[in-house]
């Protein structure tokens, strides 16, 4: 198979759970939106972020225990599947990013035309459509860093089976503790005003790290990939 | 197209415990080969070792010509087949069917569909839902329609009812025939599949116990009935591998060769010479030490 297509076919089967997900978080989200305009509560809902991490991060745990063991037994060497993961980690962080983006930015834009109220605060689409573009980045990398923490989680258990995998969740702590603080951009640019008054620093900064973060979690990634024991 | 199989001083440790110690052996490229051994002798831990799903530590593993870990190669050519847990697989059979050309680029999927009709194997259900012998019919379907190089079959008919097992066999010799490839059964039907075996390797407690083609073993294994001093004095050089009485008659089994010399002697002495199955020959050898 080439790698293309192995990344294709990984990728599509991903997007075929995503859509699933999307849909159903659409509609509960539209479900909720009638509600909390009709009896008023559910102020401010967190569609954006703590579903789509959740389902992000089951998808990353499933990389091991079912994409290596599936596409392995069907004669693909570890390293091209690592490859193939790779690839359709980051594509599937862009395709979701986008999604998100546009059902925020639907929705922000049809609710309060059809008479009802946004149930949350800090809308996307207030702050113009430079927002909207650096909230689809934001977006791509915080899904992708969660990708690779599942990933990351879902091999050290593959691996090592559940006492040594638990250690993976704990070593996984840091990772979701700096993702987590990088969201909060006014808590960001807080700390590094310690640091620094450049404000040019202070913008890329948590890129920078988001990086860094990225590039530990791929070659962490490989190397417990790279020579790990499938299982019947 | 075939691969050839080379072990050498293979030894693999699970903890203290050593599963295979220090394997040796060769394997034909083009043949079906037999792997037998008892519960535990190591069998599965070897397959997966030839099927690279593992790194070998101790020892090393040669699959037509080169090292098979991590051998793009070498692991495409590769099947193995065995009882898969199916419970969160909910893909339909015909996807399957349809999906697997992309991953084995020798896969007849028309073969497939016509295995699939004669196992009864329901194109229209997921796998998640087919029953224990449809579910093992459907993984010897793709591992026999993939037509890898080294197809390895580890009990993989369990579940699988007599009528689909017969299948299977009369398969296996249609398709070596037409396809030649290096097959490697593991299997504790051993009477029901030892006319399939070209050659015979038994593995006891992680060691390699004999290696034979299926002529030489049955040449080999011979049954001596007789009175019973006479018996006893034929076989005294002999390796007996088990051995009964009836009243003063005595029937044992005795492993290696017997020549014609030999065995007109018998005659001579009034003793009955017999071949010995497969299987009567990997019970009694296997079970050395535990004879009552």
Known sequence: ?232 | MSYSIEVSDLTVYYKNFKALDQLNFKLSPGKVHGILGRNGAGKTTLLMYLASFHKAKHGTIVIDGEDPFENERIIQGTSFIYEKDNTYHYDKIDKIIKSIHYFRPHFDEAYARDLAKRFKIPMKKSVDQLSRGQSSALQITIGLASRTPLTIFDEAYLGMDAPARELFYKEILLEQERYPRTILFSTHLVSEMEYLFDEVLIIDNGKVLLQETNEQLLEKGHSITGPKENVEAFTKTLKVIHEEMLGRTKSVMVYGHLPEQEQRKAVELGLEIGTLSINNLFIHLTREGEEA
């Open chain 1, 1 to 232: 198979m080439k790698s293309f297509q192995l990344v294709w076919h990984f990728f599509s089967e991903q997007i075929k759970w995503a859509t699933w997900f999307y849909g159903i978080l659409v509609i509960l989200t539209i479900g909720m939106t009638i509600a909390a305009n009709h009896w008023g509560f559910f102020d401010n809902l967190d569609t954006r972020n703590t579903t789509s991490t959740i389902f992000i991060l089951i998808i990353g745990l499933l990389y091991s225990y079912w994409f290596l063991d599936h596409y392995f037994k069907l004669g693909v060497s570890r390293k091209k599947y690592f490859k193939a993961a790779l690839f359709a980690t980051a594509m599937l962080s862009i395709v979701l990013a986008l999604v998100t983006t546009i059902i925020i930015t639907l929705f922000e834009t049809i609710v309060p035309n059809l008479g009802f109220a946004v149930p949350w605060t800090d809308l996307l689409t207030e702050n113009g459509s430079l927002f909207v573009i650096q909230s689809f980045v934001d977006y791509s990398f915080y899904h992708f860093v969660y990708l690779l923490i599942g990933w990351f989680m879902g091999i050290g258990f593959y691996r090592f089976r559940w006492r040594f995998g638990l250690l993976f969740i704990i070593l996984s702590f840091p990772f979701i503790g700096i993702t987590e603080f990088l969201q909060n951009k006014a808590g960001v640019a807080h700390t590094m005003k310690f640091f620094t008054a450049n404000p040019q620093i202070i913008s890329i900064g948590p890129y920078l790290i988001f990086l860094i973060m990225i590039a530990i979690l791929i070659v962490s990634n490989y190397r417990l990939t790279k020579d790990a024991p499938i299982r019947l």
